[in-house]
Structures are given as structure tokens and as C-alpha cells.
């Protein structure tokens, strides 16, 4: 599936830079989401939006900063970040939240080292 | 809370060769959705295989199927004839009514030629 795009796919960031990731979807999807992939741990839901709304923050510290401006795009705001932040970040976007049948189509992620 | 368990953190295959991957879950849930999903070295999570809970039949798709047994919560991959490109890494994943997404820790699969 490639119907989800992630730019940049490799960061590189300084503790005290301000970066942005962006994640687009060509699906016509109404949901989207954030998720950060730690090495050897499972993968971490940050963030949903539902029609361009934020349904769920699960208690992503606030060096974190979604936006969702329209129901094809989604941004990760990212400032002050420190070296444990250092993973790689996956959006994902499905037809539509509610429900457990929608599948989830996930972007190629962003590689991010916090130096 | 539901919680999703991969006990394999590697497995190997010979190419042509046959091989499962297992998946627990825990949950109190009645009607749920359970995903395989594969990430290859390109970081591209492609969906494998999907089962609703409701249903009894194992889902099926092409060389990959599923041992779905609700009673035992379990739900493993079965890969036939694999091949060199289905080295990557595994994930089992189950999503609740509300739409979350859990992953399980991964199984890396290696495929001997």
C-alpha cells in the first residue's frame, strides 16, 4: 500500500532544533495517526484525529505537538526534544475511526535521531 | 486492558519451507479484529492478513494463513513455501471496538536460501 506518504524519511535533530514530520494520505481516508517505533518495543499509539479532530492524546509529553489542518494531511510538531525521543515514527490513516474493521495503511515512517 | 504477546522474537526458515509465528492476546472483548502485519527493511508496515473474531473460518490469504482459536486467544501465522522476500519483521496486532490499534513486540523472520 503506498497510499500514505511520510516526509522527511530520515531527521536528524539537535535538543534544542524545531523540526516538523508531515504524513499525507491519497486513500481518502477520514482518520489518522501517529505512532512512534522504539527498537524492541512494540509499537506506541501518540495521537488519533478523526475528521480533523484529536480523539486521543495518550499522554505523549507536550515536546510533541500534532496538527491536523485537513483530513489528508497530518503534522508532528516536534521541539526540545531529547535523545530518547530517538525512534522512528509511523503515520497511519484509515477509512474511519469507530469500529474495529477498518484497516490501518501505514507510511513508510520517519527516522528520527535526537542528538 | 488488552494486551498482545509475541513469544518468538526470531524465527528461520528455509526457502520453500513452511513456518508459524504465534500470537496471544488478552482481552475481555467478545468482538475484535486481529492483524498480521509485516515490516520489511524499508520500514513500510504492510498489512498481511486480517480476522474478525466473529468469525470462525481462518482467514486466508494466497501463502499466508491463520490458526485462529478465540477459546485460547490465540492467533498465529502460518507461511507457506516462503520465500526470500518474506524476511522482515512480524507483527500481530489487535484492535478493540474502539478502533485502537495494540502491536505485540515483533517476530523477525529470516529466510534461509
Known amino acids: 500500500e503506498t497510499g500514505v506518504t511520510q516526509t522527511p524519511r530520515h531527521l536528524v535533530m539537535g535538543m534544542t532544533n524545531k523540526k516538523s514530520l508531515k504524513c499525507e494520505q491519497h486513500?481518502?481516508?477520514?482518520?489518522m495517526y501517529w505512532y512512534k517505533q522504539s527498537a524492541k518495543k512494540p509499537l506506541e499509539l501518540m495521537f488519533v484525529y478523526s475528521l480533523e479532530e484529536r480523539v486521543e492524546n495518550n499522554s505523549v509529553p507536550s515536546r510533541f505537538s500534532p496538527e491536523c489542518p485537513n483530513s489528508s494531511h497530518l503534522f508532528l510538531h516536534l521541539h526540545t526534544l531529547q535523545p530518547e525521543d530517538s525512534a522512528l515514527y509511523l503515520c497511519?490513516?484509515?477509512?474511519?475511526?469507530?469500529?474495529?474493521?477498518?484497516?490501518?495503511?501505514f507510511g513508510p515512517g520517519t527516522r528520527l535521531l535526537v542528538l | 486492558a488488552q494486551t498482545v504477546t509475541q513469544s518468538q522474537p526470531e524465527m528461520s526458515v528455509q526457502e520453500a519451507e513452511t513456518v508459524t509465528l504465534s500470537c496471544t492476546y488478552d482481552t475481555s472483548e467478545s468482538d475484535y479484529y486481529l492483524f498480521w502485519y509485516k515490516q520489511p527493511p524499508s520500514r513500510q508496515m504492510i498489512l498481511v492478513i486480517r480476522?474478525?473474531?466473529?468469525?470462525?473460518q481462518n482467514a486466508t490469504e494466497n501463502r499466508f494463513s491463520v490458526n485462529f482459536q478465540k477459546a485460547a486467544k490465540s492467533f498465529s501465522l502460518k507461511i507457506s513455501d516462503s520465500q526470500l522476500g518474506d524476511a522482515a519483521m512480524y507483527f500481530c496486532a489487535y484492535k478493540n471496538q474502539g478502533g485502537k490499534l495494540i502491536f505485540g513486540q515483533g517476530t523477525e523472520l529470516s529466510v534461509k536460501p
Open positions: 480476522q474478525e473474531a466473529y468469525k470462525q
Open positions: 497511519a490513516s484509515s477509512r474511519a475511526l469507530a469500529g474495529g474493521r477498518e484497516t490501518q495503511y
Open positions: 486513500l481518502g481516508h477520514n482518520a
